[in-house]
């Protein structure tokens, strides 16, 4: 025994021999961390894996946000949530007085200048105007008709027409409202057209193909038929899943955004 043990009280001593342990490293509990998010995820994989079923979100082949091409306000807004529309309907009509005036003054010019046009060409015939006097003339004209033009894409702009026949989703803007070029205006979708969009276990490209049988069902029990018509060409990294899009054969009662139960028959046992 040392002279530092000797000078010590029998609790120090007792204390001394204590032995204190080490808290360990930061990088092994960062190693433990990740061998344990590992196991797990190996773990909920093999699960996914192992059930046949993977769920499918119902969506539409054709939807989209109609945004506005122009500034102004809204004079009309012919659509309400849920409302059915025919395809090239007027579904949003802005006030447009005065690009309605710009396009009448544009066609009076274009009117004038083509008479002009017309009236040195008939001079040129008698002798009393010039070649150049003629070219000037038509080049007036063309400009006139130009801008006819243009002002005239402006004021289709003043009418959004629905691309396709369907339903409106979602309003985005109000009657009376004054808008900004691109600011979106509706959401439309069309109900008879839907897809389903699966996400399948990536062991499934062995045998997936386009065309591959997929029967749905819903939570009531009802069945809906479909074949894949796209498989995507990347594998997701985490969830190790493929996208796959298949078209229903009926979906009368279903809408968009409901979520079914997909299995695929000829998934191996």
Same mark, same amino acid.
């Given at each position: 025994?040392? #002279?530092? &043990?000797q000078s010590m009280?029998?609790?120090?001593?007792?204390?001394?021999?204590?032995?204190?342990?080490?808290?360990?490293?930061? #990088?092994?509990?960062?190693?433990?961390?990740?061998?344990?998010?590992?196991?797990? &995820?190996?773990?909920?994989?093999? !699960?996914?894996?192992?059930?046949?079923?993977?769920?499918?979100?119902?969506?539409?082949?054709?939807?989209?946000? #109609?945004?506005?091409?122009?500034?102004?306000?809204?004079?009309? #807004?012919?659509?309400?949530?849920?409302?059915?529309?025919?395809?090239?309907?007027?579904?949003?009509?802005?006030?447009?007085?005065?690009?309605?005036?710009?396009?009448?003054?544009?066609?009076?010019?274009?009117?004038?200048?083509?008479?002009?046009?017309?009236?040195?060409?008939?001079?040129?015939?008698?002798?009393?105007?010039?070649?150049?006097?003629?070219?000037?003339?038509?080049?007036?004209?063309?400009?006139?008709?130009?801008?006819?033009?243009?002002?005239?894409?402006?004021?289709?702009?003043?009418?959004?027409?629905? *691309?396709?026949?369907?339903?409106?989703?979602?309003?985005?803007?109000?009657?009376?409202?004054?808008?900004? !070029?691109?600011?979106?205006?509706?959401?439309?979708?069309?109900?008879?057209?839907?897809?389903?969009?699966?996400?399948? *276990?990536? &062991?499934?490209l062995r045998w997936?193909?386009?065309?591959?049988?997929? %029967?749905?069902?819903?939570?009531?029990?009802?069945?809906?038929?479909?074949?894949?018509? =796209?498989? %995507?060409? =990347?594998?997701?990294?985490?969830?190790?899943?493929?996208?796959?899009?298949?078209?229903? %054969?009926?979906? &009368?009662?279903?809408?968009?955004?409901?979520v079914l139960e997909?299995?695929? *028959?000829?998934? *191996?046992?």
């Amino acid at each position: 025994m040392n #002279l530092i &043990s000797q000078s010590m009280t029998p609790s120090q001593r007792s204390l001394s021999d204590v032995q204190v342990p080490l808290r360990p490293r930061p #990088l092994a509990r960062s190693c433990a961390a990740l061998a344990l998010i590992s196991a797990v &995820s190996l773990l909920t994989l093999r !699960a996914v894996q192992a059930d046949e079923a993977s769920s499918a979100i119902i969506g539409s082949g054709n939807e989209a946000v #109609l945004s506005a091409q122009m500034m102004g306000r809204i004079k009309h #807004l012919n659509a309400t949530l849920g409302a059915s529309f025919a395809e090239g309907a007027v579904l949003v009509e802005f006030d447009c007085a005065e690009r309605d005036a710009q396009l009448n003054a544009a066609q009076a010019d274009y009117l004038g200048a083509r008479e002009t046009h017309l009236a040195k060409l008939r001079l040129e015939g008698l002798g009393a105007a010039s070649e150049l006097e003629v070219t000037t003339a038509a080049a007036a004209a063309s400009r006139a008709k130009a801008q006819v033009a243009l002002i005239s894409s402006q004021v289709a702009h003043c009418k959004v027409l629905a *691309p396709f026949a369907g339903r409106v989703a979602k309003l985005r803007a109000k009657e009376a409202e004054t808008v900004n !070029a691109g600011q979106a205006l509706l959401e439309i979708v069309n109900p008879t057209d839907l897809k389903a969009t699966i996400n399948a *276990p990536a &062991s499934y490209l062995r045998w997936l193909r386009t065309g591959s049988v997929v %029967n749905l069902k819903s939570s009531a029990g009802r069945s809906y038929p479909a074949h894949v018509v =796209r498989v %995507n060409s =990347r594998i997701d990294g985490v969830s190790q899943t493929i996208e796959v899009e298949a078209a229903l %054969n009926k979906s &009368s009662d279903l809408m968009p955004g409901a979520v079914l139960e997909a299995r695929f *028959p000829q998934a *191996p046992k």
